[in-house]
């Protein structure tokens, strides 16, 4: 069974930066695929960014797209993300999530995800 921890969240505000962490832990390790979402009270679960564990690919919301950066450290089983020029609206519970299945595109959908972890608050001020 496969563990994702989140850390990294925090108060911040608007144009400031923040980096978000999931450690990826258990054995088999079968996660092929890592996620980031986010969600507000009482709405849906949306997507941010994806990456694979090679890092060869990576897929951005268009919100959060040239502001937020996804990377991965193999070695420690990691996944970052890089969050800069924040706004408001970018405030949430972010989630990471992980894919058990191997695919041949990056997945925006939530229920294509098997493994999450417990959530970090994120809350931009104006």
């Known amino acids: 069974q496969v563990q994702l921890e989140e850390s990294g969240g925090g108060l911040v505000q608007a144009g400031g930066s923040l980096r978000l962490s999931c450690r990826a832990s258990?054995?088999?390790?079968?996660?092929?695929?890592m996620g980031w979402f986010r969600q507000l009270p009482g709405k849906e679960r949306e997507f941010v960014a994806a990456?694979?564990?090679?890092?060869?690919?990576?897929y951005y919301a268009h919100s959060v797209r040239g502001r937020f950066t996804i990377s991965v450290d193999n070695a420690e089983k990691t996944v970052y993300l890089q969050m800069n020029s924040l706004k408001p609206e970018d405030t949430a519970v972010y989630y990471c999530?992980?894919?058990?299945?191997?695919?041949?595109?990056?997945?925006?959908?939530?229920?294509?995800?098997?493994?999450w972890g417990q959530g970090t608050q994120v809350t931009v001020s104006s």
């Open positions: 258990g054995h088999p390790f079968n996660v092929y695929e």
């Open positions: 990456i694979d564990w090679s890092a060869s690919n990576t």
């Open positions: 999530a992980g894919d058990r299945r191997q695919r041949a595109v990056l997945q925006i959908l939530p229920t294509s995800y098997y493994y």
